[in-house]
């Protein structure tokens, strides 16, 4: 629940692995507890945005813009 509210106040990715790895929680599951979601949820979803991933930097010129 802390982490909950350390990601809703906008802390940045990189922040939070700091408090979260340490504590045996990944951001992984961070990011699902934020989306109300589960941790394999949120990973297919992180495996379903990898599709076409080199299609699409080909198209914007090698730079991805998210």
Same mark, same amino acid.
């Given at each position: ?15 939070? $692995? ?11 599951? $961070?990011? $699902? $507890? ?33």
């Amino acid at each position: 629940q802390q982490f909950l509210n350390i990601l809703r106040a906008g802390t940045n990715i990189y922040y939070m $692995a700091k408090f979260c790895i340490p504590r045996g929680v990944s951001v992984q599951d $961070a990011g $699902a $507890a934020f989306q109300g979601i589960s941790g394999d949820e949120f990973r297919e979803k992180l495996l379903k945005k990898r599709e076409d991933l080199e299609q699409r930097l080909e198209r914007e010129g090698g730079y991805w813009t998210g």
